[in-house]
């Protein structure tokens, strides 16, 4: 299993960024063909008090290929150029694979 993971820092307007977030974004990303599951996460804090960070995504694939594949889609180009508009400067884009030991 693979993940595209979006990890989004703290926006200067909260209610502005859900708005757009759940209401835009995620709807666009959630019909990526390819796409197995997508969680979401709301930062709350760390074990030092307040966190940088503001939201986590992580977008589950079948394979590396599943995954380049989706990014080649309209939905998937789609999902990039919105989350360039409303965040390009606040998220950072990760993959990573599930570690089973």
Known sequence: MVKL???YKQPKDKDA???HYFNTHAPITSKIPGLQKMEVTRIVGSPMGESEFYLLCEMYYESHEALQQAMK???GKAS???VM???GDIVTLM????VNE
């Open 80 to 82: 990039g150029r919105d």
């Open 95 to 98: 993959i990573g694979e599930e």
């Open 73 to 75: 889609t309209d939905e």
């Open 17 to 19: 960024f859900d708005e």
């Open 5 to 7: 993971i979006a990890l």
């Open 85 to 87: 508009k409303f965040a």
